[in-house]
C-alpha cells in the first residue's frame, strides 16, 4: 500500500529571461533563462490518499493512453 500527500495551493511567480532586441522579447522567440522568483505562497490544504500499488499502476496505464503521462 502507498500513502500519497498532494498539498495543494497557490503561489505568484516571475519568469525572467533576456532577450537581444524589443522585437525578440514581443514576437516570442526564445531567451536566454534568469531566475524564476516565487513569492505569496498559500497552502490551503493537503490531501492524504491510500493506493494500492496494483491500484496505481492501472490508473499510469490509463493515462498513458489518453496521450498524457500523468498520475
Known sequence: MIVIK???GSCF???EETFNSENEAV???DGKFIAVTLGKL???RANITK???EQRH???DKAKTNGR???
Open 58 to 60: 492501472q490508473n499510469f
Open 69 to 71: 503521462e500523468e498520475i
Open 27 to 29: 514576437n516570442g522567440k
Open 6 to 8: 498532494r498539498t495543494i
Open 51 to 53: 493506493e494500492n500499488d
Open 13 to 15: 511567480f516571475t519568469y
Open 42 to 44: 498559500r497552502i490551503e
